[in-house]
């Protein structure tokens, strides 16, 4: 009985900690856009692939009541290690932002942390030839300035976004070569 009363009370509590993807909450970009393929400026230079690396511009707009910083990641879930490619993470992003210029450089006080290419930064789209990828950038408006430096891993960054998240945001774009 003490567990089942437990466990309920912890589902109750995760249930009501989840970030919800607020409908007013919304990313936009004129870079890129749902379910089309990145511009050959997403695109990495290096490992294969020939492209601009270039940060897309993102823009957000409709951030909840209690939003203290932004957090932006470009995750491809779709790459074969078994834990996906981190493209870029970036944290710590002043609660009055409402967006990112193309490359743009990040403010003081923002952390970007290496991405799986080995560099801090956006690193572009460069699947296996053959393989279409999805790349998802999400921004997520955070209850809270995280108390993390640019050390961390992105996985420890991503638990943290992920538990501090009170609404978040993404737009699911391809890449195929």
């Known amino acids: 009985m003490f567990r089942t009363t437990l466990l309920a009370a912890t589902l109750v509590a995760t249930a009501i900690a989840a970030p919800v993807a607020a409908d007013t909450f919304t990313l936009t970009s004129t870079t890129i856009a749902e379910g089309q393929q990145l511009d050959a400026a997403q695109v990495f230079q290096g490992f294969g692939c020939e492209g601009g690396n270039t940060a897309p511009d993102l823009a957000w707009s409709g951030a909840p009541e209690g939003t203290k910083s932004f957090a932006v990641t470009a995750y491809d879930p779709d790459a074969p290690t078994g834990s996906g490619w981190w493209h870029w993470f970036a944290f710590n992003i002043p609660a009055d932002a409402t967006g990112l210029a193309a490359d743009a450089a990040m403010a003081d006080g923002v952390v970007e942390l290496g991405n799986d290419y080995g560099a801090a930064g956006f ?55």
């Open 123 to 177: 690193g572009g789209a460069c699947p296996p030839a053959g393989e279409v990828h999805r790349y998802q950038f999400t921004v997520h408006a955070l209850g809270t300035v995280l108390e993390l430096d640019d050390s961390v891993s992105n996985a420890l960054a991503g638990f943290m976004v992920n538990a501090n998240s009170i609404a978040s945001s993404t737009i699911t774009a391809v890449y195929n070569r």
